[in-house]
C-alpha cells in the first residue's frame, strides 16, 4: 500500500509529474482505454477488516474475465486475494451481517440470480431460483431479509405469469406496440408494459423463502429506470418495513419530477407516502443504525431534475423533519450515516471535484474529508472513509483516508502494470472571469508529447447536461487525455449552468441557453490562451455531446468563425421537435419555461435551426440510432443542411448505440472518427 499525507494539490501535481518519469513512455490511446482493467463492485466489511471488489479484465489476446478479490486491511502491503473463476461476472457484492460471507449477484445457470459465499472456503451456493433475474438487491441490516428488484408486469400475480408473458411477446409473430399514455418509451428502451417491482423474502439458510412483491399493482418503475439503484430503497433497522422512491401512478410520468418516498411493510400491504408534501424529487431514504433518523436527498422545485439536493433528516419517534445545513450551497449525490449516528458521509460536486464532505446533523456544520478528483464515498469504518477515486491521469482505483484527512492510501492498483508505459499529459484548473465578469473554472491538459516552447492545437471539450461538468476525473467516453496523447492541448470549461460551484451559478443558464453559456466558452478559450500561450487558441477545434453537441450547432450559426472544424455528438438542432419528440418533457419544460406552445419566443430564441444561414465550418455528426433523450434525427437535419449547402461535413450513424458509446469497439471507431477529423482540419 502507499501511504501519503501530503494535501490535495500536491497528490494532483504530483501524480501528473509522474507521468513524465519514464522517458520511454508512450501517449495515452483508446486501444489503452479498452483494455484497462476496470472497478465494478466493491464492498467493506462492517468491522472495516475485509474489502472485497470485482474486476473485469482483458488480456493481450482478448481474453475477458470478471472476478471478485478479497484484500485484508488489517495488514500493511496485503495482496489481493482472488477468490472466484467462474466465468459469468459477480457484481453487486455485499457482506453478510457477520462478515463471513459475500452475497453476490451472478448469472452461472443462465439466469442473474443472488449466490453467498464464505469467505473462508469452498464454492458459492446458489441463494435465489427464481423464474425471472434478479436485477439487484439489498439485504436488511441483520442479512436475515432480502429486497430483491426483478422486472414484472404489474397484473400479474405470480413470477410465472410475468415470464410467460415475456415469452410470448418474445416469440409473437406481430409486432406492433400499442400505449394510451406516455412514457412510451426512455433513454433508449421502448416500454413494454413490464415495471421494475420490489420483493422481499428471508433468507433461511442458503435459501430463500417465497418473495413477496410488497409493490404488487404499482404502475410506475421502483427503482426508477434508467440510472437509479437499489440506493432508492432501505430497510428500516427493525427490518419491518421498507422505503423506497418512486413516482405516484399517474398519467403525468413524462413531464413531472415528483418522485416520493414510499414506506411498506415487509409482508406486503398498505403503502404509506412520507413525503406528500414535497412535489419535487425525494431519494435515497438513509437510516441510522439505532433507526432514530432517517436522512434523505429532497429537491424543491417541481419539474427541475438539476435543484439542489438538500439532506433531509426525520425524527422518527417526533416526526419532525428538519433540513440539515440548509446554508450549504452544494448538492449531495450521496449520503450515509457515520458510526456515532449524528454524522452523514456526503459526496457533492465540488469545483471541478467530487469531494467527500462531514455533516453534523444536530448543528448543520460541513467539513470536507478529502476533494481532489472524482470519489464516490464506499464506507465509514474505524475512523476511516473508503472511497473510489479517479483523477485526469488515474483510473478507478480504491482509496482510504482517516476522517482527519489524514493518511491518504491507495488499496487497490488495478492498472499499475498497464499504465506502466503511458505518458499522460499534465493538467491543471485555471480561472477566469466570465460572463458578467463573474469567476469561472476550466482545465487544460498538455499534449503528452509537449515540448517547451512549441504551440499545440486546441481540442476544445464542451460539456453536455447542461447542467454538468468536465472535471478532475477519468471518463471511459469523453476521456480527455485522449486527445492529449494525439498531440492537442485539451481545455475544458465549466460555464455558467455547470454544477458544483452553487445552485445560482447552476440556475443561470435555465432559459439562456445560448447565451451566458456561449460568453464564457469565448472568455474562457481567448483566456487559456493568454495564461498558456502554448496554446494556438486560433488553430483549435470544438467537441461536444447532448447539450456540447446543442453547442456546436450554436456555435455554428453565433461563433461561426471560432474554430477550424467541429465534432456534434447528439447534439440538438431544432428546439422545437426537440420538444415532441424527448421522452422526458419535464427538461424542455422546466428550461425554457413551459410547453413550446407556452413560451415558443424562447424555444425560437435559442433554436440552432433558424441560424443555419451563418454556417461555415466543418463539422462530424454523430448519433446513436437508440438514443431517445435526443432522436437521431436531430443528428440528421444537421447534416442534412451541412450537406445540401456544400459545407465539409460527415456523419457517423451507430444503430445500437444510445445516447452514449458503450460498446468498446463502437468506443474506437468514435475516436478514430473524431481524430481524424481533427487532423484533418487543424494545423499540427
Same mark, same amino acid.
Not at 472511497?387 to 488499496?411: A, E
Not at 469523453?478 to 449552468?497: E, I, K, S, T
Not at 463502437?666 to 477529423?677: C, D, K, P, R
Given at each position: 500500500m502507499i501511504k501519503t499525507t501530503l494535501t490535495s494539490a500536491a497528490i494532483a501535481l504530483a501524480l501528473s509529474a509522474s507521468a513524465f518519469a519514464d522517458t520511454a513512455a508512450k501517449p495515452f490511446t483508446v486501444?489503452?482505454?479498452?483494455?484497462?482493467?476496470?472497478?465494478?463492485?466493491?464492498?467493506?466489511?462492517?468491522?472495516?477488516?475485509?474489502?472485497?471488489?470485482?474486476?473485469?479484465?482483458?488480456?493481450?489476446?482478448?481474453?475477458?474475465?470478471?472476478?471478485?478479490?478479497?484484500?485484508?486491511?488489517?495488514k500493511a502491503n496485503a495482496k489481493p486475494r482472488q477468490i472466484t473463476s467462474a466465468k459469468s461476472t459477480e457484481h453487486n457484492v455485499q457482506f453478510a451481517k457477520d462478515n463471513k460471507s459475500i452475497y453476490f449477484l451472478a448469472a452461472r445457470n443462465g439466469s442473474s440470480q443472488l449466490y453467498n459465499l464464505s469467505l473462508t472456503g469452498g464454492e458459492a451456493l446458489q441463494v435465489s431460483n427464481l423464474a425471472l433475474d434478479v436485477d439487484d438487491y439489498k439485504l436488511s441490516d441483520n442479512s436475515k431479509q432480502v429486497a430483491l428488484s426483478i422486472r414484472v408486469f404489474p397484473k400479474c400475480d405470480t413470477l410465472?405469469?410475468?415470464k410467460e408473458k415475456f415469452e410470448k411477446v418474445k416469440n409473437s409473430k406481430q409486432t406492433g406496440r400499442s400505449y394510451d399514455q406516455l412514457m412510451v418509451r426512455h433513454w433508449d428502451?421502448?416500454?413494454?408494459?413490464?415495471?421494475?417491482?420490489?420483493?422481499?423474502?428471508?433468507?433461511?439458510?442458503?435459501?430463500?423463502?417465497?418473495?413477496?412483491?410488497?409493490?404488487?399493482?404499482?404502475?410506475?418503475?421502483?427503482?426508477?429506470k434508467p440510472f437509479s439503484g437499489m440506493e432508492e430503497v432501505s430497510f428500516t433497522p427493525d427490518g419491518k418495513y421498507l422505503v423506497y422512491s418512486a413516482k405516484a401512478p399517474s398519467k403525468d410520468q413524462a413531464w413531472t419530477t415528483n418522485y416520493d418516498l414510499w414506506k411498506v411493510p415487509v409482508t406486503g400491504g398498505e403503502t404509506v407516502n412520507l413525503t406528500k408534501e414535497n412535489k419535487a424529487w425525494d431519494a435515497q431514504p438513509t437510516f441510522s443504525s439505532d433507526g432514530r433518523y432517517m436522512a434523505y436527498l429532497a429537491m424543491k422545485r417541481p419539474g427541475f431534475e438539476a435543484d439542489?439536493?438538500?439532506?433531509?433528516?426525520?425524527?422518527?419517534?417526533?416526526?419532525?423533519?428538519?433540513?440539515?445545513?440548509?446554508?450549504?450551497?452544494?448538492?449531495?449525490?450521496?449520503?450515509?450515516?457515520?458510526?456515532?449516528?449524528?454524522?452523514?458521509?456526503?459526496?457533492?460536486?465540488?469545483?471541478?471535484?467530487?469531494?467527500?464532505?462531514?455533516?453534523?446533523?444536530?448543528?448543520?456544520?460541513v467539513r470536507k474529508v478529502y476533494?481532489?478528483?472524482?470519489?464516490?464515498?464506499?464506507?465509514?469504518? $474505524? &475512523?476511516?472513509?473508503?472511497?473510489?477515486?479517479?483523477? !485526469?491521469?488515474?483510473?478507478?482505483?480504491?482509496?482510504? +483516508?482517516?476522517? *482527519?484527512?489524514?493518511?491518504?492510501?491507495?488499496?487497490?492498483?488495478?492498472?499499475?502494470?498497464?499504465?506502466?508505459?503511458?505518458?499522460?499529459?499534465?493538467?491543471?484548473?485555471?480561472?477566469?472571469?466570465?460572463w458578467s465578469d463573474e469567476e469561472v473554472h476550466g482545465y487544460w491538459i498538455k499534449p503528452a508529447n509537449y515540448k517547451e516552447g512549441e504551440k499545440y492545437p486546441v481540442a476544445f471539450l464542451v460539456h453536455g447536461g447542461p447542467q454538468g461538468s468536465f472535471? $478532475? &476525473?477519468?471518463?471511459?467516453?469523453?476521456?480527455?487525455? !485522449?486527445?492529449?496523447?494525439?498531440?492537442?492541448?485539451? +481545455?475544458?470549461? *465549466?460555464?455558467?449552468?455547470?454544477?458544483?460551484y452553487g445552485q445560482k451559478f447552476t440556475d443561470s443558464i435555465t432559459k439562456d441557453w445560448g447565451g451566458k453559456p456561449l460568453v464564457d466558452l469565448k472568455k474562457g478559450l481567448k483566456a487559456v490562451g493568454q495564461q498558456q500561450p502554448w496554446l494556438d487558441v486560433n488553430n483549435a477545434c470544438a467537441l461536444g455531446g447532448s447539450y456540447g453537441g446543442y453547442m456546436m450547432n450554436w456555435i455554428e450559426g453565433k461563433w461561426s468563425d471560432g474554430f477550424k472544424c467541429l465534432v456534434n455528438h447528439a447534439g440538438l438542432f431544432d428546439m422545437r421537435?426537440?420538444?415532441? +419528440?424527448?421522452?422526458?418533457?419535464?427538461?424542455?419544460?422546466?428550461?425554457?419555461?413551459?410547453?413550446?406552445?407556452?413560451?415558443k419566443e424562447l424555444y425560437e430564441k435559442f433554436n440552432p435551426a433558424n441560424y443555419v444561414e451563418n454556417w461555415k465550418t466543418p463539422m462530424l455528426v454523430i448519433h446513436g440510432e437508440k438514443d431517445f433523450r435526443v432522436p437521431y434525427g436531430q443528428g440528421l437535419a444537421a447534416f442534412s443542411y451541412l450537406q445540401r449547402n456544400n459545407i465539409p461535413s460527415e456523419l457517423l450513424i451507430f444503430p445500437d448505440?444510445?445516447?452514449?458509446?458503450?460498446?468498446?469497439?463502437?468506443?474506437?471507431?468514435?475516436?478514430?472518427?473524431?481524430?481524424?477529423?481533427?487532423?484533418?482540419?487543424?494545423?499540427?
Open positions: 486501444q489503452d482505454l479498452v483494455n484497462l482493467n476496470k472497478l465494478h463492485s466493491y464492498a467493506i466489511s462492517s468491522d472495516g477488516n475485509t474489502l472485497v471488489y470485482g474486476v473485469s479484465k482483458k488480456d493481450e489476446k482478448g481474453n475477458k474475465s470478471s472476478d471478485l478479490y478479497l484484500l485484508d486491511l488489517t410465472a405469469c410475468s428502451t421502448w416500454f413494454d408494459h413490464a415495471r421494475n417491482h420490489l420483493f422481499v423474502a428471508s433468507i433461511e439458510g442458503n435459501k430463500l423463502s417465497k418473495p413477496i412483491d410488497v409493490t404488487k399493482g404499482l404502475d410506475t418503475e421502483t427503482p426508477p439542489r439536493y438538500a439532506i433531509m433528516l426525520t425524527d422518527t419517534v417526533t416526526g419532525q423533519t428538519k433540513e440539515v445545513a440548509p446554508l450549504w450551497d452544494r448538492s449531495p449525490s450521496s449520503i450515509q450515516f457515520g458510526d456515532n449516528n449524528q454524522t452523514l458521509y456526503a459526496t457533492a460536486q465540488d469545483v471541478g471535484q467530487v469531494s467527500i464532505f462531514e455533516i453534523n446533523t444536530q448543528f448543520g456544520d476533494g481532489s478528483g472524482y470519489n464516490s464515498l464506499i464506507g465509514i469504518h $474505524n &475512523g476511516k472513509a473508503y472511497f473510489s477515486h479517479t483523477s !485526469l491521469s488515474q483510473p478507478r482505483d480504491i482509496w482510504s +483516508v482517516n476522517l *482527519d484527512g489524514d493518511q491518504l492510501t491507495q488499496l487497490t492498483h488495478l492498472n499499475q502494470q498497464k499504465l506502466k508505459k503511458i505518458k499522460f499529459g499534465e493538467y491543471q484548473q485555471f480561472k477566469f472571469k466570465g472535471g $478532475n &476525473g477519468f471518463s471511459g467516453r469523453w476521456n480527455a487525455q !485522449l486527445w492529449a496523447g494525439a498531440g492537442y492541448g485539451v +481545455v475544458m470549461v *465549466d460555464f455558467h449552468g455547470s454544477t458544483g421537435s426537440m420538444y415532441y +419528440v424527448t421522452e422526458e418533457l419535464w427538461f424542455p419544460e422546466h428550461e425554457f419555461g413551459g410547453q413550446y406552445k407556452e413560451n448505440e444510445n445516447h452514449w458509446i458503450l460498446n468498446p469497439n463502437n468506443l474506437e471507431q468514435w475516436y478514430a472518427h473524431v481524430l481524424g477529423w481533427l487532423d484533418r482540419w487543424a494545423q499540427k
